[in-house]
Every structure is written in structure tokens, then in C-alpha cells.
């Protein structure tokens, strides 16, 4: 693979096309996928989750991030930037708080809400390998937010995937990727080397 960024871009369609093509059974799927998650990771109040609003074709997180608020687990929501630095910063997500649209189209909380950073980053993704290399949708943002994060606390950058996500072939990776810590899949749960 000598052209990363035309092979990640290939390898992207062909997962958009398989999720097209999944989408009657998304939301048993998600179910499991929680149930996974929760059974691998219970709620710890003294950690902060960061969960993400799901976009098209994404797994949907909410469901985490709810059984984790119930448990009294502060959880965060990425926000964009708006100072021009590429990343994220995390806001407190509430259930039942004011939210607003993203320029993405997903869900963030008001400007006005708690900054806080999480030790527990779920992360979405188009694909990912068994060594935890991951293919996101390109822009960036949690690659360098993953390696900010890093560079000043111990995280568990954790990927949330549906089964037929997975490749089982080493995906191209670049030195700004950052690898994933763990994976969860409706079927399974991987801790990476």
C-alpha cells in the first residue's frame, strides 16, 4: 500500500457500502454492543467516558453513555474546536440538558457546559485492524486528540465497531494515526498490545 491516502480512501467506500447494507438489524446490534461494553468496563464514578453522537453508518453510544450516567459517571461529548487547532474538547453531557447542532449534524452540548477531560475515550470509527490502527473518516480530529490526551494523562482510547468493521489485514497506517487501546464490537472485546 504505497499511497496511504488513496488506499484509505478506497478501503472508506467499501466499508460505506457494507453499512448501506446493514441497517435493519443496527439497533439489536448496538444493544449488544453495550451490553459488551458495560460488561468489560462497569461504570466507574471516579472516571470520566467520553461517548460520541452517532453519524451515519456509526454505532450508536448512547446507550453506553446512559447506563454510565445512571451509574453516577460524569460523561462528555466531543466538541469542535473553535479556535482553529485541530482536536477536540470535551463538554459534560447531561441526559435531558439543552444540546445543539453541530456543524457535523450530530448533537454537542451548549458552550456554556463543564469542560472536562475523559480518561475513557470511545472511539468511532470506519474500520480498525487487529493491531488497532483505525480508519476514521479522515478529518483528523481524534487522531490528534487521542495523542494530545496522551501526552498528558493516561486514557483508554477504546474503538466501538460493528463485526464486519474489523479487518482482519493490517490497515495503512501514518505517523499521525494513533493507535486504539481497545476495541468492542457487538461480539467481542480486544485490549491491543
Known amino acids: 500500500m504505497d499511497d496511504h491516502p488513496s488506499e484509505k480512501q478506497r478501503l472508506r467506500r467499501g466499508a460505506h457500502a457494507k453499512a448501506a447494507d446493514s441497517g435493519v438489524e443496527r439497533h439489536r446490534l448496538d444493544r449488544e454492543l453495550a451490553d459488551r461494553f458495560l460488561a468489560a468496563f462497569p461504570p466507574d464514578p471516579s472516571k470520566i467516558l467520553s461517548f460520541f453522537w452517532p453519524m451515519a453508518r456509526e454505532c450508536d453510544t448512547r446507550p453506553i453513555a446512559e447506563a454510565c450516567h445512571d451509574s453516577g459517571m460524569r460523561c462528555t461529548l466531543p466538541v469542535i474546536r473553535q ?24 448533537m ?5 457546559a463543564e469542560r472536562l477531560e475523559p480518561n475513557i475515550l470511545l472511539v468511532p470509527l470506519v474500520m480498525v485492524d487487529m493491531q488497532g490502527n483505525r480508519l476514521g473518516r479522515g478529518a483528523g480530529h481524534y487522531d490528534a486528540t487521542i495523542m494530545e490526551l496522551r501526552a498528558r494523562r493516561d486514557i483508554m482510547a477504546i474503538g466501538v465497531a460493528y463485526d464486519w468493521q474489523v479487518s482482519e489485514e493490517s490497515l495503512p497506517s501514518e505517523a499521525h494515526d494513533a493507535r486504539l487501546d481497545g476495541l468492542v464490537t457487538p461480539t467481542r472485546v480486544i485490549l491491543f498490545p
Open 83 to 106: 479556535d482553529g487547532t485541530h482536536g477536540l474538547v470535551f463538554r459534560l453531557w447531561q441526559r435531558g440538558a439543552p444540546m445543539r447542532k453541530s456543524r457535523f449534524g450530530t
Open 108 to 112: 454537542e452540548p451548549l458552550p456554556q
